[in-house]
């Protein structure tokens, strides 16, 4: 019964104690809307047009590295929709918008035909400053639709991932006298534990990959490391990344 | 400054009067919901009782932000008028209040594009209150980004049922726990602190 699927899952995104969870039970729950992949970011506050940092993704990691190499963010029109709009929208209907605009007509087709997102569903984040953020779900399903029950369901099940996220990165608080590790150190520890590089860490967060450097550093410096693999494995054992 | 009126008592009526021509700005001219609007131009409805305890902020002799509270141990809006919205089950315990006709007021609201004062004003405001008047849970009915709000000052919403379409526009019923954490939150969100008048 779709609405206790959808409170099963919030009830499960409540309680979730890493993002790898977070990504399991929101990948699960969508797929009961006919979605297969979904991405959820946070847009900061006064930056520039289609920035947007990404913190959980099951994006095909090709599509993932061209949007990044590519730049695609700025010219998107679904991320950049985020602020015009205070409930869910499909991809369909801001493409329509956006027909003029070549590079976005482009970056869609690129989409639809190589990574088989035939159609999405976009819901906004606004919290206490505006614009916070947006969870995105795709589809490999042609005319995706959901009724109104499904979206709003859908809807209220994507608020409660993003909030999972979003409670996530917060460090945890070293009560016990430990090191303290700022929120952009962790979100850079969080990404080297899933593979990614100092370089694509800098395009995922929008910042420079010398940046990124200095944060690892300053996290290694604080936990008493000299590898990546020791500092990660660190992290994780003291419950700084989950 | 916070003003905290219980029912329709006397001695605070003038506030009580700002607040109820406040609401009719706010919810009838502003948010459009005709069916509250009345010829004198109080916003007054059924659920104005002798239990309800309404929260006001006042800055400069006028309305910053207005929040009601009503128990649930006795009808409210949402056992009454939209019990669609919780269907999971209404709460109706002596420790559980519903929070509604939350308004801030239009000349202290900014763009939307930086703090949203006057939000956080209302989670503070009705936060001290509870917690004095030992409410130690919340219920209300809003547009889903209240779920969003809530949050993101350290409450832990849940839904009392799925969204639905109120007047053209979703709304979700939801509960949530008030703690002192809750505080500890929004001191850390820098929202600022409230003075009892």
């Known amino acids: 019964?779709?609405?206790?699927?959808?409170?099963?899952?919030?009830?499960?995104?409540?309680?979730?104690?890493?993002?790898?969870?977070?990504?399991?039970?929101?990948?699960?729950?969508?797929?009961?809307?006919?979605?297969?992949?979904?991405?959820?970011?946070?847009?900061?506050?006064?930056?520039?047009?289609?920035?947007?940092?990404?913190?959980?993704?099951?994006?095909?990691?090709?599509?993932?590295?061209?949007y990044l190499n590519e730049g695609y963010s700025a010219d998107d029109p679904i991320p950049n929709s985020v602020g015009l709009k205070s409930?869910?929208?499909?991809?369909?209907?801001?493409?329509?918008?956006?027909?003029?605009?070549?590079?976005?007509?482009?970056?869609?087709?690129?989409?639809?035909?190589?990574?088989?997102?035939?159609?999405?569903?976009?819901?906004?984040?606004?919290?206490?400053?505006?614009?916070a953020g947006l969870v995105s779900v795709a589809t490999d399903s042609k005319d995706w639709r959901l009724s109104e029950r499904e979206d709003s369901a859908l809807h209220i099940v994507s608020l409660y991932a993003y909030e999972a996220v979003r409670k996530l990165r917060i460090p945890a608080n070293a009560g016990?006298?430990?090191?303290?590790?700022?929120?952009?150190?962790?979100?850079?520890?969080?990404?080297?534990?899933?593979?990614?590089?100092?370089?694509?860490?800098?395009?995922?967060?929008?910042?420079?990959?010398?940046?990124?450097?200095e944060y690892i550093s300053d996290a290694a410096r604080k936990l008493g490391t000299h590898s990546r693999a020791h500092l990660v494995a660190r992290a994780l054992r003291q419950n700084i990344i989950r | 400054?916070?003003?905290?009126?219980?029912?329709?008592?006397?001695?605070?009526?003038?506030?009580?009067?700002?607040?109820?021509?406040?609401?009719?700005?706010?919810?009838?001219?502003?948010?459009?919901?005709?069916?509250?609007?009345?010829?004198d131009g109080r916003e007054i409805d059924q659920f104005d009782t002798d239990d309800t305890i309404h929260v006001i902020a006042m800055k400069d002799g006028l309305v910053q932000a207005y929040s009601r509270l009503n128990p649930t141990i006795k009808p409210h809006v949402l056992s009454e008028v939209y019990p669609q919205l919780a269907s999971r089950g209404l709460l109706r315990e002596p420790g559980a209040w519903e929070w509604s006709r939350m308004g801030t007021a239009k000349h202290a609201r900014n763009d939307g594009r930086g703090w949203s004062g006057p939000i956080g004003l209302l989670f503070r405001c009705i936060?001290?209150?509870?917690?004095?008047?030992?409410?130690?849970?919340?219920?209300?009915?809003?547009?889903?980004?209240?779920?969003?709000?809530?949050?993101?000052?350290?409450?832990d919403p849940e839904p009392m049922g799925l969204p639905l379409r109120i007047a053209g526009d979703r709304v979700v019923a939801a509960k949530m726990a008030v703690t002192e954490t809750v505080l500890k939150h929004m001191d850390a969100a820098h929202v600022p602190m409230v003075e009892y008048a």
């Open chain 2, 127 to 155: 936060s001290v209150v509870a917690l004095k008047e030992n409410i130690d849970t919340l219920v209300w009915q809003a547009h889903p980004v209240w779920i969003t709000r809530a949050s993101e000052l350290g409450f």
């Open chain 1, 176 to 213: 016990d006298g430990g090191p303290k590790l700022s929120r952009r150190e962790v979100d850079c520890l969080q990404w080297i534990a899933e593979g990614k590089t100092t370089w694509e860490i800098g395009t995922i967060l929008g910042i420079s990959a010398h940046t990124v450097s």
């Open chain 1, 87 to 131: 409930n869910p929208y499909y991809w369909q209907d801001v493409e329509l918008e956006n027909v003029k605009n070549e590079r976005a007509v482009k970056i869609m087709n690129e989409a639809r035909s190589e990574f088989q997102m035939l159609g999405g569903y976009c819901v906004p984040i606004h919290g206490l400053r505006g614009v």
């Open chain 2, 1 to 39: 400054m916070l003003h905290v009126v219980k029912g329709f008592d006397r001695q605070f009526s003038d506030v009580l009067e700002l607040a109820f021509k406040f609401r009719h700005e706010a919810f009838v001219e502003e948010a459009g919901w005709e069916n509250l609007r009345r010829a």
């Open chain 1, 1 to 66: 019964m779709l609405e206790q699927q959808a409170f099963d899952t919030i009830d499960k995104l409540r309680c979730a104690r890493s993002l790898a969870e977070v990504k399991t039970v929101f990948g699960a729950a969508i797929n009961d809307f006919g979605a297969n992949a979904f991405i959820i970011c946070d847009i900061p506050p006064g930056s520039p047009a289609g920035s947007k940092e990404i913190h959980a993704s099951g994006w095909h990691p090709e599509w993932e590295r061209r």
